[in-house]
């Protein structure tokens, strides 16, 4: 089986060709960072001109590397939302195209599915697992069971954990992309001397908030005033530490919920942009052996956003029998636990 997926939901314009067996045949990503720099965030009219610029010589570009006709696809893919939609609606209507004019079924895949099944593309990840998925829109903590199978344990109460880096990294004048830059930066500087707010730490449940974490930074900002390259470090530093041991927090609040379920699988999966942390996967792995988990992180490749995911998560629907009509319309929102029953009493919102 083949698969042909397309990403186009927020700054990453990208085209891959997967296998049936998990084989990346070609995986192909355009990052619109040098557009969007000027602005020092997304601006999503910028991205959907963007998208429609430059998809369709990526996807010539896929299909060549892979050395397959778009005939040889037994189906093409796009990721269907959440996100951007003007960008989402460019890859959407790009699919069903191709899908007409090879007629072979249309997949639309719930971005957030890529990015929780995407540690499935390395042999061995088996149903069920903990998924902590962390990106530029999201911070939840999801049982996931199976295809189409996530229950939330918890989720942000307000940023994601990728918009505090993001902010941060503007606040503190890092750079952009600002998570990476925050990593960058960290790595010179002192966690010891601001000591942050770490919120949520310590209270029940799996829920995350970043808010408070952020205008702390703020304060801190305004009371430093000029900032030294030895202050940014810190406080980027000080920032990571407080982030990375929320997570941790969280996380293992969570692994303890899950295992009181699924008492046979002890896999903490982490997905999404700031999974390519290395510094967060650190804590994870500790927090995670704690428990008596196991740490599991796609490539980092695979963290950020890709079109890999996208032909991976619409194999495995496909083998379930899933495809979707030409009528599908892209969702700006879609929740991943949508009417879910919550895992032991966990909270479940909207
Ligand atoms: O998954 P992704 O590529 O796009 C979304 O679906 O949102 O995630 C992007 C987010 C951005 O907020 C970016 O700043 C963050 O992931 N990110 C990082 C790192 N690399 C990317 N955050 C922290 N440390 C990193 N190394
Ligand atoms: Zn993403």
């Known amino acids: 089986m083949l698969i042909l997926g397309l990403e186009t939901s927020c700054d990453e314009t990208a085209a891959a060709v997967v296998a049936g067996d998990g084989t990346v045949l070609a995986d192909v990503v355009l990052s619109q960072i040098e557009e969007h720099r000027p602005y020092g965030g997304v601006v999503p009219e910028v991205a959907a001109r963007a998208h429609l610029e430059h998809l369709d010589r990526l996807i010539a570009e896929a299909l060549a590397r892979a050395g397959q006709p778009l005939s040889a696809m037994d189906a093409i893919a796009a990721t269907g939302g959440p996100g951007l939609i003007g960008g989402v609606m460019v890859g959407v209507t790009t699919a069903k195209?191709?899908?007409?004019?090879?007629?072979?079924?249309?997949?639309?895949?719930?971005?957030?599915?890529?990015?929780?099944?995407?540690?499935?593309?390395?042999?061995?990840?088996?149903?069920?697992?903990?998924?902590?998925?962390?990106?530029?829109?999201?911070?939840?903590?999801?049982?996931?069971?199976?295809?189409?199978?996530?229950?939330?344990?918890?989720?942000?109460?307000?940023?994601?954990?990728?918009?505090?880096?993001?902010?941060?990294?503007?606040?503190?004048?890092?750079?952009?992309?600002?998570?990476?830059?925050?990593?960058?930066?960290?790595?010179?500087?002192?966690?010891?001397?601001?000591?942050?707010?770490?919120?949520?730490?310590?209270?029940?449940?799996?829920?995350?908030?970043?808010?408070?974490?952020?205008?702390?930074?703020?304060?801190?900002?305004?009371?430093?005033?000029?900032?030294?390259?030895?202050?940014?470090?810190?406080?980027?530093?000080?920032?990571?530490?407080?982030?990375?041991?929320?997570?941790?927090?969280?996380?293992?609040?969570?692994?303890?919920?899950?295992?009181?379920?699924h008492p046979e699988a002890r896999r903490l999966v982490v997905a999404g942009g700031v999974a390519a942390n290395l510094a967060l996967r650190d804590a994870l792995g500790r927090a995670a052996e704690k428990a008596g988990f196991t740490l599991t992180a796609p490539p980092l490749r695979l963290c950020t956003d890709n079109a890999?995911?996208?032909?991976?998560?619409?194999?495995?629907?496909?083998?379930?029998?899933?495809?979707?009509?030409?009528d599908f319309a892209p969702r700006p929102r879609w929740p991943l636990d949508g009417g879910a029953v919550p895992l032991h009493g966990a909270g479940v919102k909207a």
């Not at 895949?109 to 999201?138: K, Q, W």
């Not at 000029?226 to 609040?253: I, Y």
Request: aromatic share 8%.
């Open 97 to 261: 195209a191709l899908s007409m004019v090879v007629g072979k079924p249309f997949i639309a895949v719930n971005h957030l599915e890529g990015h929780a099944l995407s540690a499935r593309l390395s042999p061995g990840i088996d149903f069920p697992y903990l998924l902590l998925l962390i990106s530029g829109g999201h911070c939840q903590l999801l049982a996931v069971e199976g295809v189409g199978r996530y229950r939330r344990l918890g989720a942000t109460v307000d940023d994601a954990a990728g918009e505090a880096f993001d902010k941060i990294a503007k606040l503190v004048g890092l750079g952009y992309p600002g998570g990476p830059a925050v990593e960058r930066w960290a790595a010179q500087g002192n966690a010891a001397r601001f000591i942050l707010p770490r919120p949520m730490k310590g209270r029940p449940g799996c829920d995350f908030s970043f808010s408070g974490l952020k205008n702390a930074v703020r304060l801190l900002v305004r009371e430093l005033g000029v900032l030294s390259d030895q202050d940014r470090a810190d406080v980027a530093a000080g920032f990571q530490a407080a982030v990375a041991e929320v997570l941790a927090d969280r996380s293992a609040h969570a692994m303890a919920l899950f295992a009181a379920a």
């Open 308 to 326: 890999a995911m996208i032909a991976w998560a619409a194999i495995e629907r496909f083998r379930e029998g899933g495809s979707d009509g030409l």
